[in-house]
């Protein structure tokens, strides 16, 4: 993926934007994000819109020029979507090619008929696992959650049993796994690899899906036993496709991008010589634009065309998927210009050279600062935006391992205590039923719980690598 560096801006004329000293710099830093959070929190203006009103307002409390501040907010805007704009579109085409095509029932309906008892938290974990690498997390929601209350009913089980593993994997997949725009902008930022992301992504996901989800849940079901809201509950499934893709097509089409990804990443530590036919091969197949390519055009034959698919139907479906996400993209954009004006202001070197002095690891710094995005503005994406902007210099020198990792502490950090100014915190409640008490005991705990043990995972990874 391509990205601008600070110095890139500056041969273009962008460059530092002001010579302000730390203490007004970090005033300027903390009323940016002050003025981000009144206008999304108290105001309820759209991220996209707070984020630009913020990188503005952090240029003029720094003392920058208006000029110069709004140079730095469109280079970066310009290329963090030139960086993981087609990335979120594809992801988003092969999400809908999933879900329109049956493919997602299909997957969730073999597993589940392979799943009894004790083992049906499991199968719910995996499910949404499998579901949530080509989704975002308010679809995978919209896809799932449909399907755990049907599941809680008929099987007699407890809601949050069922629920809790289902929310858990989706929300790990949201916060540590590229495709999803917060991991694969962060990556962007800090020049990290992707294929050595995701698969220590992967190593992190594991245990921590299984700790906040099926080992969890035992709890979570203790502390709110509630059976699922009847009003939420479709009795009759709206009309699909005539005809479903077969349950291996499916998983196939899914993992494709994932497998040519860590193939790509294995092949440069195994190899590790660009001139190699081999590597220069799976430099190419393996390449986040061409895997995901690579996977949405498979999926238009083993879902589409699998499912009756006419030519204009795919053509539809095609359409119907990008709409969605234009809000999205615009605020990864603005994250992105939020980025680069701290960036420019010299507000990464000024964190660098204030903890250089400070006895508190890389990992935990970055995650540290996530958490306190998070809590503040309520969305996870803006958190990992706005934090992998503010460690960027820390990056510098690290290895690729330790720039993943650093990814990834950012990732566990932006999924802390989710509450009353995230709105997935409302979609959970609204879906389960549940009070803004039980909401907090169960879905807040349970995002805690993932970034506090997703860090853990990724400091013993550090230890070893």
Request: net charge neutral.
């Amino acid at each position: 993926m391509t990205s601008l560096s600070a110095e890139t801006l500056a041969a273009a004329g962008t460059g530092p934007i002001t010579s302000a000293g730390n203490a007004q710099l970090g005033i300027a830093v903390l009323a940016g994000i002050a003025v981000i959070v009144l206008l999304i929190t108290r105001l309820k203006l759209h991220a996209f819109l707070a984020l630009t009103v913020g990188s503005l307002a952090l240029g003029v409390f720094a003392g920058a020029p208006p000029a110069k501040t709004i140079s730095s907010f469109t280079a970066g805007l310009g290329a963090t979507v030139a960086g993981v704009g087609v990335l979120i579109a594809l992801g988003a085409i092969l999400g809908r090619l999933l879900a329109d095509s049956g493919g997602a029932d299909e997957i969730v309906d073999t597993i589940l008929a392979r799943a009894k008892g004790r083992a049906m938290p499991w199968a719910m974990v995996l499910i949404a696992s499998v579901i949530g690498l080509p989704l975002f997390f308010e679809v995978g929601i919209v896809l799932l959650i449909p399907v755990v209350l049907l599941v809680a009913k008929r099987g007699n089980y407890s809601l949050m049993r069922i629920g809790i593993p289902a929310l858990a994997g989706l929300s790990v997949m949201h916060g540590l796994i590229p495709p999803h725009p917060g991991p694969l902008v962060a990556i962007d930022a800090l020049h990290a690899n992707l294929g050595v992301t995701l698969a220590l992504g992967v190593l992190v996901a594991v245990p921590t899906v299984i700790i906040a989800g099926p080992l969890f849940s035992r709890y979570a079901a203790r502390w709110v036993d509630i059976p699922a809201p009847e009003n939420m509950i479709v009795q009759q499934p709206p009309a699909g496709p005539e005809h479903r893709p077969r349950f291996g097509a499916t998983v196939f089409t899914v993992l494709l991008p994932v497998v040519l990804m860590l193939v790509k990443a294995l092949v440069d530590i195994v190899v590790n010589d660009p001139a190699d036919p081999v590597q220069r091969v799976t430099d190419v197949a393996g390449s986040p634009l061409i895997a995901l390519l690579a996977a949405v055009l498979v999926g238009m034959f083993t879902l589409g065309r699998a499912a009756g698919f006419t030519k204009e139907r795919l053509s539809t479906t095609v359409e119907k998927s990008l709409a969605p996400i234009a809000g999205i993209l615009l605020i990864v954009g603005a994250g992105g210009g939020f980025k680069q004006t701290l960036i420019d202001a010299g507000v990464g070197q000024m964190i660098l050279e204030v903890s250089k002095d400070w006895a508190v690891p890389t990992l935990l710094l970055a995650w540290l600062i996530a958490v306190a995005i998070r809590l503040a503005t309520g969305s996870a994406t803006v958190a990992t935006i706005s934090a992998a902007g503010l460690v960027t210099p820390l990056a510098a020198g690290m290895s690729t391992t330790g720039t993943a990792l650093l990814v990834l502490a950012i990732g566990a950090g932006s999924l802390f205590f989710s509450h009353v100014n995230d709105a997935g915190f409302w979609l959970v409640k609204e879906y389960f039923g549940m009070t803004v008490g039980q909401t907090l005991k169960t879905w807040s705990v349970m995002e805690t719980i993932i970034s506090v043990v997703g860090l853990g995972f990724v400091l013993l990874l550090s230890l070893v690598l």
